[in-house]
T-cell receptor, first 114, second 110 residues
Framework: EAQVTQNPRYLITVTGKKLTVTCSQN?????MSWYRQDPGLGLRQIYY???????DKGDVPEGYKVSRKEKRNFPLILESPSPNQTSLYFC?????????????FGPGTRLTVT | GQSLEQPSEVTAVEGAIVQINCTYQ??????LSWYQQHDGGAPTFLSY????GLEETGRFSSFLSRSDSYGYLLLQELQMKDSASYFC???????????FGTGTKLQVIP
């Protein structure tokens, strides 16, 4: 089954404790993105990647890191999480073979930082 | 700068037609996407307009006017399961530069 998977789905952590949220897609997509969704603010792009080893900042990259060492994986790293990073996070992927605006989203990761 | 405007909430009756408008301003424009998101779920892609005009996909249609920086999503024969949030998302640069706004929450009532 074609899908984007994220782990963990739920995470409660404390300020300053490094964490990684994994994202994997099995569709051989070139492009991948991370978004955060907050009430009243909608979906905002954190980072995106055009292919292996090629990444760029989205609209809200501060406090986050990403890497794209393999085509299928695009982990999101929070080196020192803070309470303002409490949010719902989505990973998404797309392909040159699709329409430009067509992205496939993972199920989301709900992160709480206390 | 970039801006995106959609109504925050819309209520419509089951079986009716509803139109969700979207005006945008972006630095660079390639096309306009529409996504649906049910409460607790992930956004799912509905349609994409790169050129002016109407795109039809079943009960859903999407329209774009590039000169007016305006688009809309038309949902026909509304069903209760259409109750969800709908996002217009202009693409401002390549496959991954997509800007989502705060969306329109559609409530379908019997």
């Amino acid at each position: 089954e074609a899908q984007v998977t994220q782990n963990p789905r739920y995470l409660i952590t404390v300020t300053g404790k490094k964490l990684t949220v994994t994202c994997s897609q099995n569709m051989n997509h070139e492009y991948m993105s991370w978004y955060r969704q907050d009430p009243g603010l909608g979906l905002r792009q954190i980072y995106y990647s055009m292919n292996v080893e090629v990444t760029d900042k989205g609209d809200v990259p501060e406090g986050y890191k990403v890497s794209r060492k393999e085509k299928r994986n695009f982990p999101l790293i929070l080196e020192s999480p803070s309470p303002n990073q409490t949010s719902l996070y989505f990973c998404a992927s797309s392909s040159r073979a699709y329409k430009q605006g067509e992205q496939y989203f993972g199920p989301g990761t709900r992160l709480t930082v206390t | 700068g970039q801006s995106l405007e959609q109504p925050s909430e819309v209520t419509a009756v089951e079986g009716a037609i509803v139109q969700i408008n979207c005006t945008y301003q972006t630095s660079g424009f390639y096309g306009l996407s529409w996504y649906q998101q049910h409460d607790g779920g992930a956004p799912t892609f509905l349609s994409y307009n790169a050129l002016d005009g109407l795109e039809e996909t079943g009960r859903f249609s999407s329209f774009l006017s590039r000169s007016d920086s305006y688009g809309y999503l038309l949902l026909q024969e509304l069903q209760m399961k259409d109750s969800a949030s709908y996002f217009c998302a202009p693409n401002s640069g390549g496959y991954q530069k997509v800007t989502f706004g705060t969306g329109t929450k559609l409530q379908v009532i019997p």
